[in-house]
């Protein structure tokens, strides 16, 4: 009896943890299932739109020839980006935010919250770290044992922080971040020009389908090029009113969390904190080459670390407009400043000649 006990109590750990594993492994190949139905959708309008359409429908061969070239020309850069965007290399927070054992001991050892605020805010003094909590203390993530970089958070999907999160994207089975943010604001920008150019180009043989004018030649494929117009007009829609606000947010330099929540400085809650000038911010992500703007290869500025602020958030030392090529930006004032500099040009008229313009 005692020695079935024992077999028992050994095998329900064996048994909780090939349960475990088989969880894991079903749970990872259930986060490829969106992507899944976007390659199956793409590859079926391949069919649709370069057999269907350009081979079997289609009678004039320039035609024929401008539309294939077209066609594959914006699949190869949709499915450049999205494949970036998917398996972009996220990597992780650098060590110098990690807590040290002594400092993480000081902190669960802290009697009370006052106590253990002071220990981050010692740790994270000579961290380039410009962002608070609500409370106004360093931000810390406790699974993570790490002080978070500014405009980083922890993904509950990905089970780890991420450097500038936008959003955890089911369709590309990745964090959208600071890694791959220009992949997936190209991913987005292309496809829906792959779908207004389906759309707009299956046009006409949908009409012709609609007043009956289409023939008995191509019966069978009719359907696919009819399919073909609505599946694009519908994904057309969604990806532009998705593309939309992504462009919206890249002008104004805010990810989607802080669209939803400003992020906190000591000074409070800033929307724009980040903000510098609708070019810049544009460049911040899209980096300062305009040859490599359109081409799904990184140059985003910048380490995902630190970022440039407006000029009242700004610690007395901050290194990252030189080191990391955000030199040609140049530097913001807040509205304070600028109205102070306006009505000090007014009062001095003579000055306002060689007096260097605001940013």
Same mark, same amino acid.
């Not at 494949?83 to 993480?104: G, H, S, V």
């Not at 000649?353 to 605001?358: D, E, H, N, S």
């Given at each position: 009896?005692?020695?079935?006990?024992?077999?028992?109590?050994?095998?329900?750990?064996?048994?909780?943890?090939?349960?475990?594993?088989?969880?894991?492994?079903?749970?990872?190949?259930?986060?490829?299932?969106?992507?899944?139905?976007?390659?199956?959708?793409?590859?079926?309008?391949?069919?649709?739109?370069?057999?269907?359409?350009?081979?079997?429908?289609?009678?004039?061969?320039?035609?024929?020839?401008?539309?294939?070239?077209?066609?594959?020309?914006?699949?190869?850069?949709?499915?450049?980006?999205?494949?970036?965007?998917?398996?972009?290399?996220?990597?992780?927070?650098?060590?110098?935010?990690?807590?040290?054992?002594?400092?993480?001991?000081?902190?669960?050892?802290?009697?009370?919250?006052?106590?253990?605020?002071? *220990?981050?805010?010692? &740790?994270?003094?000579? +961290?380039?770290?410009? $962002?608070?909590?609500? !409370?106004?203390?360093?931000?810390? @993530?406790?699974?993570?044992?790490?002080?978070?970089?500014?405009?980083?958070?922890?993904?509950?999907?990905?089970?780890?922080?991420?450097?500038?999160?936008?959003?955890?994207?089911?369709?590309?089975?990745?964090?959208?971040?600071?890694?791959?943010?220009?992949?997936?604001?190209?991913?987005?920008?292309?496809?829906?020009?792959?779908?207004?150019?389906?759309?707009?180009?299956?046009?006409?043989?949908?009409?012709?389908?609609?007043?009956?004018?289409?023939?008995?030649?191509?019966?069978?494929?009719?359907?696919? *090029?009819?399919?073909? &117009?609505?599946?694009? +007009?519908?994904?057309? $829609?969604?990806?532009? !009113?998705?593309?939309?606000?992504? @462009?919206?947010?890249?002008?104004?330099?805010?990810?989607?969390?802080?669209?939803?929540?400003?992020?906190?400085?000591?000074?409070?809650?800033?929307?724009?904190?980040?903000?510098?000038?609708?070019?810049?911010?544009?460049?911040?992500?899209?980096?300062?080459?305009?040859?490599?703007?359109?081409?799904?290869?990184?140059?985003?500025?910048?380490?995902?670390?630190?970022?440039?602020?407006?000029?009242?958030?700004?610690?007395?030392?901050?290194?990252?407009?030189?080191?990391?090529?955000?030199?040609?930006?140049?530097?913001?004032?807040?509205?304070?400043?600028?109205?102070?500099?306006?009505?000090?040009?007014?009062?001095?008229?003579?000055?306002?000649?060689?007096?260097?313009?605001?940013?």
């Amino acid at each position: 009896m005692a020695s079935s006990v024992h077999n028992n109590r050994l095998s329900q750990p064996r048994s909780y943890a090939c349960c475990r594993t088989c969880n894991m492994w079903c749970w990872r190949a259930f986060k490829w299932l969106p992507v899944l139905l976007v390659v199956s959708i793409i590859t079926w309008s391949y069919y649709a739109y370069v057999i269907q359409l350009c081979i079997f429908t289609i009678e004039s061969t320039v035609q024929q020839c401008i539309y294939l070239i077209v066609y594959h020309i914006l699949l190869i850069m949709f499915s450049w980006s999205y494949w970036r965007t998917i398996f972009a290399d996220i990597k992780q927070i650098p060590e110098k935010y990690k807590l040290p054992e002594e400092e993480l001991e000081k902190l669960l050892g802290a009697e009370s919250e006052d106590a253990q605020r002071t *220990i981050l805010e010692n &740790f994270a003094k000579d +961290l380039p770290v410009v $962002t608070r909590t609500m !409370s106004g203390s360093v931000r810390y @993530c406790n699974r993570c044992v790490i002080v978070k970089p500014d405009r980083a958070h922890h993904c509950s999907i990905c089970a780890r922080c991420v450097l500038k999160m936008d959003h955890h994207c089911p369709w590309v089975n990745n964090c959208v971040c600071f890694h791959n943010y220009k992949f997936f604001m190209l991913f987005l920008g292309y496809a829906l020009i792959y779908c207004l150019f389906i759309m707009s180009t299956c046009l006409p043989y949908f009409i012709k389908f609609w007043k009956g004018d289409f023939g008995t030649s191509a019966s069978a494929g009719r359907y696919h *090029i009819v399919f073909a &117009f609505f599946v694009a +007009l519908m994904f057309a $829609t969604t990806l532009g !009113s998705l593309f939309g606000y992504h @462009c919206y947010l890249v002008a104004h330099n805010r990810t989607t969390l802080e669209a939803f929540r400003a992020p906190m400085f000591r000074g409070g809650a800033d929307k724009n904190g980040f903000s510098i000038g609708a070019f810049n911010n544009f460049k911040e992500v899209f980096g300062n080459s305009p040859n490599l703007w359109m081409v799904p290869v990184f140059t985003s500025l910048g380490d995902g670390c630190e970022y440039p602020v407006r000029r009242e958030h700004q610690l007395q030392t901050f290194t990252t407009q030189d080191a990391h090529g955000y030199e040609s930006m140049g530097t913001t004032r807040s509205s304070v400043e600028v109205d102070h500099e306006t009505e000090r040009w007014r009062l001095c008229p003579r000055r306002a000649r060689t007096a260097p313009q605001i940013v």
